[in-house]
């Protein structure tokens, strides 16, 4: 099965701060890259698809890139509604397969 | 509204059974390939199972052929999920989620259940 790497683990941050989360594919995936945002007591949420596309509705503070096997999440601006774990995915090889998650705190 | 409503999770000992259900509405429901997909606590999303629109094509994790079955009743709007032979690794919250390519898999899923908890311990 294909390994999907997150970091960092986790990372604090505030508001308004720059976060960048990194995934990393064990093998060459293409951009077949997904990102999600879980909060606790929420329905895990689509954000990015085909690595850099935003997903309807989702604001453009976000934004994904990358190809192959290296891809990165940004949060160019972080709210408080953006304190969440983020989840990358790969669709290009069966079975898909999630990275371990990224849990973005409050510094 | 796109919603998916999980049901069905509880405590059940290890060999036990348990069936799990996902409710949707909001949505045409026969037009949609579905997946479920587990987390253990403390662990990372884990894809349990697939099946296409019509029900017509089933996938399983390694870890779960022969033991998980999945299935779809289109005139009912659900998607069900059978367990069986469960041990404390099947432990973990359990979505159902769709998969947004419609009756193309894309293999993404753009909406999600809040999930069950499914807790296997005696």
């Known amino acids: 099965d294909i390994q999907m790497t997150q970091s960092p683990s986790s990372l604090s941050a505030s508001i308004g701060d720059r976060v960048t989360i990194t995934c990393r594919a064990s093998?060459?995936?293409?951009?077949?890259l997904s990102w999600y945002q879980q909060k606790p007591g929420e329905a895990p949420k689509l954000l990015i698809y085909a690595a850099s596309t935003l997903q309807t509705g989702v604001p453009s503070r976000f934004s994904g890139s990358g190809s192959g096997t290296d891809f990165t999440l940004t949060i160019t601006s972080l709210q408080p509604e953006d304190f969440a774990t983020y989840s990358c995915?790969?669709?290009?090889?069966?079975?898909?397969?999630f990275g371990g998650g990224t849990r973005v705190e409050s510094k | 509204e796109v919603q998916l409503v999980e049901s069905g999770g509880g405590l059940v000992q290890p060999g036990g059974s348990l069936r799990l259900s996902c409710a949707a509405s909001g949505f045409t429901f026969n037009n949609y390939a579905m997946k479920w997909v587990r987390q253990a606590p403390g662990k990372g999303l884990e894809w349990v199972s697939s099946?296409?629109?019509?029900?017509?094509?089933?996938y399983y994790a390694d870890s779960m052929k022969g033991r998980f079955t999945i299935s779809r009743d289109n005139a009912k709007n659900s998607l069900y999920l059978e367990m069986s032979s469960l041990s404390a690794e099947d432990t973990a919250f359990y979505y159902c989620?769709?998969?947004?390519?419609?009756?193309?898999?894309?293999?993404?899923?753009?909406?999600w259940g809040l999930g069950t908890r499914v807790t296997v311990s005696s």
């Open positions: 995915q790969q669709s290009y090889f069966a079975p898909i397969t």
């Open positions: 099946i296409t629109s019509r029900g017509t094509h089933k």
């Open positions: 093998e060459n995936i293409y951009k077949y």
């Open positions: 989620a769709r998969d947004a390519g419609g009756t193309n898999s894309l293999d993404f899923c753009d909406y």
